[in-house]
């Protein structure tokens, strides 16, 4: 596709329940990566994909999240039992590969747990 | 831990006026980015810089890495309400030798510029 496109745009869940937020790359982008954003912050990184393996998912909080790719094209961040404190909004970004110094972001998914 | 601090957080000035956003750390880093992020929108790329002591220019803004490449500043000159946003600096850290790098995001700097 011509930008990083995620959906959906905005989830409301209730406390407890599981969600899935999904991030469709850039044609022929390897590297994929995973941010959160909470109000008046900055991006915090979550994990990243190069291909279709977790290279690096030192971010993920707990083991509440997770996150696959598949067929190295799009992923979906899983996350399960809810709270209040995950509210906040999901980037996704994307590289040619996870050597480039340039990344391309979606416009976020934006989760709320009430 | 690698931290990236940005000051000042919030920043409200007239049409016309020049500012300056700085984004600070203890750590050295491979590279730096700039990002301006619109509400709704996620980040977008302005600039990367490399080599300590480089400056970029894009425009209005002018961009610094510092020499020890723990630093960089944004400058914008005869600011106009277009340029309002969020502004990230991110710096890249590289995972031991493996040739990849983690990005570590700083904490904002939210800009209005008023008419």
């Known amino acids: ?114 | 831990t690698q931290l990236l601090e940005q000051s000042p957080q919030f920043l409200s000035i007239q049409e016309g006026e020049n500012l300056t956003v700085y984004c600070n750390s203890s750590s050295v880093f491979s590279s730096l980015q700039w990002y301006r992020q619109e509400p709704g929108e996620g980040p977008v790329l302005l600039v990367t810089v490399v080599t300590g002591g480089e400056v970029k220019k894009l425009k209005r803004l002018t961009f610094q890495f510092g020499d020890a490449r723990k630093d960089s500043s944004l400058h914008i000159t005869a600011a106009q309400p277009g340029d309002t946003g969020l502004y990230l600096c991110a710096g890249a850290w590289e995972r031991g030798t493996s040739g990849t790098y983690k990005y570590i995001f700083g904490t904002g700097t939210r800009l209005k510029v008023l008419a």
């Open chain 1, 1 to 114: 596709g011509a930008g990083v496109s995620q959906t959906p745009s905005n989830k409301v869940t209730e406390k407890g329940k599981y969600v899935e937020l999904r991030c469709d790359p850039i044609s022929g982008h390897t590297a994929l990566y995973w941010y959160r954003q909470s109000l008046g912050q900055g991006p915090e990184f979550l994990i990243y994909f190069q291909g279709t393996g977790a290279a690096d998912d030192s971010g993920l909080p707990n083991d509440r999240f997770f996150a696959v790719r598949p067929e190295g094209s799009v992923s979906t961040l899983k996350i399960q039992r809810t709270e209040r404190g995950d509210s906040a909004v999901y980037l996704c970004a994307s590289s040619l590969t996870d050597r480039s110094t340039e990344a391309f972001f979606g416009q976020g998914t934006r989760l709320t747990v009430v």
